[in-house]
């Protein structure tokens, strides 16, 4: 935007030149200062207002491989999975403008690896089923012609992008970012400990403890957006059972017990990934959002 001459400009100074300036009231208090009035000609001052960027320069990235595998019903079974290894690459607004590649990193919702099972299971139990032909008919109320369903998926963690605690001192521009100095990884990652942290707060630019560094003022750390580490997996099982029962030819009954998470596992959310925040750094605070324990539900339904 600044061009490199004055030429087609008159006798405009090169500050003059500079767009996303404002001119204020000719009443401004710093106006009256002859050092202000030199550097900002006119009574312009420096770039003390945001711009906005509009452009359609930025690119999203997905590859995967998908593999699929059903089995038909048959012998009381049907089967229906899918797996995907992905990777989605992007940009998110806080630097693009200035250095897209700062700004480019994994997906927030980025989850390289993903398994969906669902299945249908007539249990052999009952008449005319490979168990309990033979049972009388008070048992083979109870126990059989039941109907089983399952549904479950497992992701791989969300990626992650560390900060520190002082990083608004350093900089400005909202990139809150350490330098990776070592391997910051644990052999065993735990609730209290996803990731190598810091003992205490950096106090210094420059200062380095275990995997991380403090950047020196006006530097951006050189750990990229999302490229850091993946947060816990997410697993759940879910699961139904019917029961069918004749009560007349016309009235039929069927009894249904549906569980969400039938194993009760609790799913973690990211970690805290400021490295030298005293008493969170590196720890799984919550649960992740959504998650519940298990749930049961019963429902009878009449049908005619």
């Known amino acids: 935007m600044n061009q490199p001459s004055i030429i087609g400009f008159g006798s405009l100074s090169q500050a003059e030149r500079k767009p996303w300036y404002v001119r204020p009231c000719a009443t401004y208090p710093t106006l009256a200062n002859a050092t202000h009035r030199a550097n900002f000609p006119g009574g312009r001052l420096g770039w003390t207002q945001n711009f906005r960027y509009f452009g359609s320069d930025a ?28 990777k989605a ?25 993903a398994f969906f099972l669902s299945a249908n299971y007539d249990l052999p139990f009952g008449k005319g089923k490979t168990f309990g032909s033979n049972w009388s008919k008070p048992l083979d109320t109870i126990l059989g012609g039941w109907q089983t369903n399952y549904i479950w998926q497992w992701f791989s963690g969300l990626p992650l992008t560390p900060s520190y605690q002082n990083c608004n001192g350093d900089q ?21 400990q996803w990731f190598q942290t810091v003992s205490s707060p950096f106090t210094q630019n420059g200062q380095t403890s275990g995997a991380w560094q403090r950047p020196l003022r006006g530097q951006l750390g050189n750990s990229g957006r999302n490229w850091f580490m993946f947060g816990p997996q997410f697993q759940q099982l879910d699961l139904s059972m019917f029961k069918n029962f004749s009560i007349t030819e ?39 959002p959504g998650h519940s324990p298990r749930l049961w539900q019963f429902a009878l339904r009449v049908d005619f």
Do not use: M, W
Request: charged share 20%.
């Open 59 to 86: 690119t999203t990235r997905y590859q995967s491989l998908q593999v699929k595998y059903d089995k038909r019903f048959s012998h009381g079974l049907q089967i229906s999975s899918h797996f995907t290894y992905s």
């Open 172 to 192: 400005d521009v909202g990139i809150c970012r350490p330098n990776v100095v070592g391997d910051s990884k644990v052999a065993d990652q735990t609730q209290f």
């Open 89 to 113: 690459i992007d940009y998110d607004n806080t630097y693009f403008p200035r250095d897209a590649d700062v700004a480019q990193g994994l997906s927030n919702a980025s989850r390289p690896k």
């Open 250 to 288: 016309k009235y039929k009954l069927q009894f249904r017990a549906e569980s969400f998470n039938f194993a009760n596992h609790t799913n973690l959310n990211n970690p805290d990934t400021c490295v030298d925040c005293p008493g969170r750094a590196g720890r799984i605070l919550a649960v992740f």
